[in-house]
């Protein structure tokens, strides 16, 4: 399995910023597997944005879901991270990965993220 992200690099604050990522070699509709977003800031450990469900089902952080969307192309095999009125606290490397079983259990399988900066 291999994961593709992209977008745009350079946002400016209060933009809405849309990632995405695309699955190859396996389908995102699989029974049991979860797609996620997951983030790190500079100097920062990983976080967890969300995830969108093999059956559509999406979960998100309590610090973020009052700005993000999650969305799936099942023709296209692919997954999309909307972010709302976006920060510099946004600014991070943004990687989609999945997971097995659950939203937030351990992820086996990365892209190699893209870099996303907010700054005026």
């Known amino acids: 399995v291999q994961l593709q992200e992209w977008g745009p690099g350079l946002l400016k604050p209060s933009q809405t910023l849309s990632l995405t990522c695309a699955v190859y070699?396996?389908?995102?509709?699989?029974?049991?597997?979860?797609w996620g977003w997951i983030r790190q800031p500079p100097g920062k450990g990983l976080e967890w944005v969300g995830a969108i469900g093999y059956s559509g089902g999406t979960n998100y952080s309590p610090s973020l879901e009052n700005r993000t969307s999650l969305s799936r192309d099942t023709s296209r095999n692919q997954v999309t991270l909307q972010m709302r009125s976006v920060t510099p606290e946004d600014t991070a490397v943004y990687f989609c990965?999945?997971?097995?079983?659950?939203?937030?259990?351990?992820?086996?399988?990365w892209g190699q993220g893209t870099q996303v900066t907010v700054s005026s």
């Open positions: 070699g396996g389908s995102i509709t699989t029974n049991h597997y979860y």
């Open positions: 990965a999945r997971c097995l079983g659950n939203s937030t259990g351990t992820y086996d399988f």
